[in-house]
């Protein structure tokens, strides 16, 4: 996959104060504040700064924990992990593959049939949805 690379200046142009905040500077947004934490849409929820499709309103639970999840990603390729030190835990990062946003963390105690619970921050996505009765 072609990468997309920008400056931290022009990535703070075009987003906005709290998606740069989350996604380029590696931010969480606090629980049950953001704008998908309770969403049932049906869509795509794509890369706030790139538009890479990244998870399927069909993948989605209630976590219970205030941030949107999932317990699988659109396409495995479409997602890279990476080991997470910071704040004294051991966590693994979820970034975009193509322009390296960071989205959230991934966690082993997600529902069947993945039991995988990616735990996303709302402001690293935007939800395209699927308008009723569309193909
Ligand atoms: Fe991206």
Same mark, same amino acid.
């Given at each position: 996959?072609? #990468? &997309?690379? %920008?400056?931290?200046? $022009? +990535?703070? *142009?075009? /987003?906005?104060?709290?998606?740069?905040? =989350?996604?380029? *500077? %590696?931010?969480?947004?606090?629980?049950? !504040?953001?704008?998908? +934490?309770?969403? %049932?849409?049906?869509? =795509?929820? #794509?890369?706030?700064?790139?538009?890479?499709?990244?998870?399927?309103?069909?993948? *989605?639970?209630?976590?219970?924990?205030? +941030?949107?999840?999932? +317990?699988?990603? &659109?396409?495995? #390729?479409? $997602?890279? !992990?990476?080991?997470?030190?910071?704040?004294?835990?051991?966590?693994?990062?979820? @970034?975009?593959?193509?322009?390296?946003?960071?989205?959230?963390?991934?966690?082993?105690?997600?529902?069947?049939? !993945?039991?995988?619970?990616?735990?996303?921050?709302?402001?690293? @996505?935007? /939800? =395209?949805? &699927?308008?009723?009765?569309?193909?």
């Amino acid at each position: 996959m072609e #990468k &997309i690379i %920008k400056s931290d200046q $022009v +990535w703070r *142009k075009l /987003l906005n104060p709290e998606q740069y905040r =989350v996604a380029r *500077k %590696k931010g969480t947004e606090p629980p049950f !504040t953001g704008a998908y +934490w309770n969403t %049932k849409a049906a869509g =795509v929820y #794509k890369c706030a700064c790139c538009g890479l499709p990244l998870f399927d309103s069909e993948h *989605k639970f209630d976590s219970g924990t205030g +941030w949107p999840s999932f +317990w699988q990603a &659109i396409d495995e #390729k479409n $997602v890279h !992990t990476q080991r997470d030190e910071s704040d004294d835990k051991i966590r693994t990062e979820v @970034l975009c593959t193509r322009c390296a946003a960071h989205l959230g963390h991934l966690f082993n105690d997600g529902p069947a049939p !993945t039991a995988l619970r990616y735990c996303m921050n709302s402001a690293a @996505l935007k /939800l =395209v949805e &699927i308008e009723a009765g569309a193909e």
